[in-house]
């Protein structure tokens, strides 16, 4: 019997009305996502990676149910929540929370600290006031702080730091799943190898599952379990963490590594491909694969026909690639 996963996407679809003017009658539409599928098993954590614009953070949003989606299933602990009311939703809310890529708008700066953490335990009812004070301050502790801090605002606090109490703030509901959004994009990179080492020091203790948004591959193969690689708005591989990096299969994820700058001891003497064009250069009556105008392994077949996300590993039988050309 296969394990339940925590959460499962069907066919997900998000699309956004384009207004032409006034007096046009024909009304389009820009798809950030399209035909988006995959799941996540208890305790683990998947990395979304992609160019800035590709979608990543629609994603992230329209799991939580902060977007509806156009089209498609989401289902969290087996329930099917797409079409779940305000009032359903309420009831999970504490079991799903999110963690902001700006750790300074996220957080109210006429609040301070105590208030900030108390907040989500008052509104969900969870202890009493005296119970919730004692849980706040073990929370800021687990995250490197110390009491002192409860009683400052955001303003007083560095990057780092903020990120530290939105991560304590995201852990007072004793989630089961957390959409990281960027969670480290905003920090200097001594203070991002901290931020991702609580991460993971936090999962193992709390056993949450975790949804890791980034474009930065570094940080994704240090924290992912699995990663998925999508292109506007479509995923176009999906493997294990050793398995994608260490034989990506797809034209694009091929050309993200390549583009990772090297120290130069590492540097060697041979051809590296790059990405050329932009990401919007997104053609809507192409039919093919979304990614053939910077492709160069691109054909007629991909220009006529879109390829199917399949399984193309032969060790990680888990390891699907959407391109007709796999090597």
Not at 2 to 14: D, G, P, R, S
Not at 22 to 36: D, H, R, T
Not at 63 to 81: A, E
Request: charged residues 25%; contains cysteine.
């Amino acid at each position: 019997m296969a394990q339940q996963q925590i959460l499962e996407l069907k066919n997900i679809c998000k699309n956004y009305p384009i207004n032409d003017g006034f007096f046009s009658f024909k009304k389009n539409y820009f798809k950030a996502l399209e035909n988006v599928s995959f799941s996540l098993g208890y305790g683990e954590t998947l990395g979304i990676v992609g160019e800035s614009g590709c979608g990543k953070s629609t994603l992230g949003k329209s799991i939580l149910r902060l977007h509806n989606v156009s089209s498609g299933q989401i289902f969290f602990k087996g329930q099917d929540i797409t079409r779940w009311g305000f009032g359903q939703l309420r009831e999970i809310r504490p079991l799903m929370q999110m963690i902001f890529q700006d750790p300074y708008s996220s957080l109210n700066p006429r609040m301070n600290i105590l208030k900030t953490l108390m907040e989500p335990l008052l509104v969900h009812k969870v202890a009493k006031k005296e119970e919730c004070y004692n849980r706040v301050v073990s929370l800021v502790k687990k995250v490197g702080l110390d009491e002192a801090c409860l009683t400052k605002y955001p303003a007083n606090f560095s990057g780092g730091q903020r990120q530290r109490i939105a991560i304590a703030r995201a852990l007072c509901l004793s989630p089961e799943l957390i959409v990281a959004d960027e969670p480290v994009s905003a920090l200097d990179v001594s203070i991002q190898s901290q931020i991702l080492n609580l991460l993971i020091d936090l999962r193992k203790e709390f056993g949450f599952s975790c949804l890791f948004i980034s474009h930065d591959l570094a940080v994704i193969e240090y924290i992912s379990d699995k990663v998925a690689v999508i292109y506007l708005g479509k995923i176009v591989e999906y493997a294990s963490k050793k398995s994608l990096f260490s034989n990506p299969k797809h034209p694009y994820t091929q050309m993200l590594l390549a583009s990772v700058p090297k120290p130069s001891y590492q540097e060697k003497r041979e051809k590296r491909s790059f990405l050329d064009g932009d990401l919007n250069d997104k053609n809507s009556s192409l039919q093919g694969c979304s990614f053939y105008a910077r492709c160069s392994k691109a054909s007629h077949l991909c220009k006529e026909k879109e390829p199917e996300l399949k399984e193309e590993g032969a060790i990680d039988q888990s390891h699907q690639v959407s391109c007709h050309h796999v090597e």
